[in-house]
């Protein structure tokens, strides 16, 4: 199952995605290249439409549902950027979405949800979230599109390092958060069907530490109890995602609440962006001047923006807590 | 003396600025497009270095004291961007760099400023700040660059519109904050150079309008008590900005304290970045759908983006009153 996206289904999803997510801008600055001694591009998806890379995916496998002409309904459970992804995709191919919510849920996402037309269905737990997503795929109501163990969503996320290649020449290494693992085994699959010797590095948190092993073990170890601000990492890796990071992964960085805070406040203070805790983490290695960074061309995937600004008070306010 | 900025002379400017100044991004935001019925361009000198255009103003005007060798040292009076852009400027001249700081000046500013390597003189009030920069000035110690008078602080600003007319073709209107009037004179000076039919508005805040009434009374007003959130444009126009600014603008839109927090939080939460108040203040029109501005291509110069955080949830939080 690891090898059953190829690069061609990569570059059939950026032509359904032309015109229709943002081609995002890459961003430099000096003083990011002075602290890690290396010279950083950052691919800005918190800048992509609805304010994460989750929409690429989203619409790509959207719109096959769309054109195979088995339903006009699809259903996903998200309390994030996949579930905002999904609605608009919905939104935009003329299908209804039914995100399915798990608490808890912040007001802002779920005011995003709804104001792309979507059906919003909290739910109290997790297993409650499943149990209803079941019931509406047994009842034929909706075909569902998971978050990241969906061949057609890791295609769409692989266009991103189409992009990135043509905006970017001669890149060495490439770094990106791993949550389900979605995006990076659409990176992984893009980047080294492109050069197969560019270095793709994993960046998790060390609060929800579930990847590093699952890598090590080679089993999906779930994620428990997640110690981290970077609420977009909190889920395990997929039965899809594991065996594709395991083949093409070079290492994964872990970080610390500190960085992911660092990391933050630099990009608000020095380069004016507004980037989510999950994005902040695969940043923290280039501030702390990672080793294997010194001296190479590195690409940085900001992978969303969905931070609401009292939660980045608190984050960066003077005194806070990490969690 | 309203004419002696040539468009040589901003070409010239963008000479000197080449490789030093960002060529700042255009961006667009379709939400943006929507609800002002035109197409919005945003020139982020935000993402400018130092965080906001005056570096490139103070960066030129600094470059030709070296030419000239008159002096190897600049003084100003800036409790803003303009100290930072030169503090900046000078550092990468090998020239020295005296600020003149008048209270209230945020210590997020003054220590930018410092981190720059100039000298910092904090004084009580704006007329201590003019005594220790005569007395400077008299015993021979520092040329002075003023913050928007001065024709080569002029010159630079324009090199904005030089930006933007290669970026984006067939602009109807460009719009951009008053303060000094220093920006919008270079952007009026080069842009009707480049298509003397273009229409070039400023954007004030109502409780800052010293500059609509300088431009209806041809003389400048004073301005005695700024009631806005807007630190930016908390002065007067100066004597040579007026007599341009009255040649070229089409209208002055005034703008109230609510539609810059509105302005602000848009772009932090739609756009995911960071703006400071006067940037907003020109993008204010674009958002209430300002009749002028409907069905043409809009350019807008979002100045800087110098807020911190504290300050931005101060005026973004729910209940936030503006002063």
């Not at 569902?144 to 057609?152: R, T």
């Not at 085994?185 to 948190?205: D, F, K, R, V």
């Not at 395990?236 to 970080?255: A, D, K, M, Y």
């Not at 406040?265 to 004016?272: G, N, Q, S, T």
């Amino acid at each position: 199952m690891a090898n059953d996206v190829s690069f061609e289904a990569i570059t059939r999803a950026a032509a359904i995605l032309r015109g229709v997510a943002h081609i995002t801008p890459v961003m430099k600055s000096r003083q990011l290249d002075e602290k890690s001694g290396a010279s950083v591009f950052l691919k800005c998806e918190h800048l992509q439409r609805t304010g994460s890379f989750k929409f690429r995916g989203a619409y790509h496998a959207a719109s096959l549902v769309l054109s195979s002409g088995r339903s006009r309904t699809v259903t996903t459970i998200s309390s994030g950027n996949h579930g905002q992804g999904l609605a608009l995709a919905a939104k935009l191919l003329g299908l209804s979405a039914h995100v399915i919510v798990p608490k808890p849920a912040s007001a802002l996402k779920q005011a995003a949800i709804t104001s792309y037309g979507a059906r919003l269905h909290l739910e109290e737990t997790r297993s409650l979230a499943e149990a209803t997503m079941r019931q509406m795929i047994e009842d034929g109501q909706a075909t569902p599109i998971h978050a990241f163990n969906d061949p057609h969503v890791i295609a769409g996320q692989g266009t991103i390092m189409l992009e990135l290649f043509k905006q970017v020449p001669a890149l060495d290494i490439v770094l990106a958060p791993i949550g389900g693992g979605g995006l990076l085994s659409g990176l992984c699959l893009a980047g080294h069907h492109l050069n197969p010797s560019l270095q793709i590095y994993g960046c998790e948190p060390r609060g929800a530490a579930d990847a590093i092993e699952s890598l090590r073990l080679n089993y999906i170890v779930p994620m428990a109890a997640p110690q981290t601000m970077a609420d977009g990492l909190w889920t395990s890796l997929g039965n899809r995602t594991l065996p594709i990071l395991r083949q093409h992964l070079t290492e994964v960085f872990l970080v610390d609440e500190e960085e992911i805070v660092a990391a933050m406040r630099f990009v608000y203070e020095r380069m004016k962006l507004v980037i989510e805790p999950s994005s902040a983490v695969a940043l923290a290695p280039v501030l702390r001047t990672e080793p294997a960074l010194i001296g190479k061309r590195v690409g940085v995937v900001i992978t969303g923006g969905n931070v609401d600004l009292e939660a980045l008070w608190k984050s960066l306010s003077p005194g806070a807590v990490p969690p």
